[in-house]
C-alpha cells in the first residue's frame, strides 16, 4: 500500500490513492458531527434537568434552594441544614442527572428575648425552625426556677 508509482512522474514519485481523502472523512466526519451535537444540545440539556428538578423538589416538600446545572451534574444551593442528604436523593432520582453537590444555606441567627412579667416568662424572637424554638422554651422553662413561661 505504498502507493502507486505515476507514469507521468520521471521521478518515480508515489501519489495517494484517490480514496485517502474519502476515507479520512468517512472516519472523522461522525465524531465531528456528534460532538457538535452534544454541544448544540447542552443548554436545552441544562434547562430541562433544571426545571424537572425543581418540580421533584417541589413535590418532595424542599422549597428555597437554588440549583444550577453544568451539563449533568448538578450544583444545589441554600437547603435547610439537615435537609441535604434528602436533596441529594429527589435530585439523583431525576432522570437524567449524573452527580449531585448539595451546600446548605448558613444556619439562622437565633435572636430571642426572655422577659420576667409578674410571675412569668415571656418569650419573644425568631429561631431557625420548630425544633430550634421548642429547645429555646426548654432551655428557660429549665431556668425559670418554676415559674411559667
Known amino acids: 500500500m505504498g502507493g502507486v508509482v505515476s507514469p507521468d512522474r520521471p521521478d518515480g514519485e508515489r501519489r495517494r490513492p484517490a480514496w485517502l481523502p474519502w476515507g479520512a472523512a468517512v472516519v472523522a466526519v461522525p465524531p465531528l458531527l456528534a460532538a457538535l451535537g452534544l ?6 440539556l441544562e434547562q430541562d ?5 425543581y418540580q421533584a423538589l417541589r413535590a418532595a416538600g424542599l422549597t ?20 441535604e442528604h434528602r ?4 435530585l ?5 442527572v449524573r452527580a449531585v453537590g448539595v ?9 430571642v ?7 412569668r416568662f415571656v418569650v419573644r424572637g425568631r429561631v431557625a425552625d420548630p425544633g430550634a424554638e421548642r429547645a429555646v422554651l426548654d432551655a428557660v422553662a429549665g431556668s425559670a426556677s418554676g415559674r411559667p413561661v
Open 39 to 44: 454541544v448544540w444540545q447542552r443548554p436545552a
Open 49 to 53: 434537568l433544571t426545571a424537572h428538578s
Open 64 to 83: 428555597g434552594a437554588t440549583v444550577v446545572f453544568d451539563g449533568r451534574d448538578a450544583r444545589v444551593s441554600g437547603v435547610p441544614a439537615g435537609t
Open 87 to 90: 436533596v441529594a436523593e429527589v
Open 92 to 96: 439523583a432520582s431525576v432522570a437524567g
Open 103 to 111: 451546600t446548605a444555606a448558613p444556619a439562622a441567627a437565633v435572636t
Open 113 to 119: 428575648d426572655v422577659m420576667l412579667v409578674g410571675e
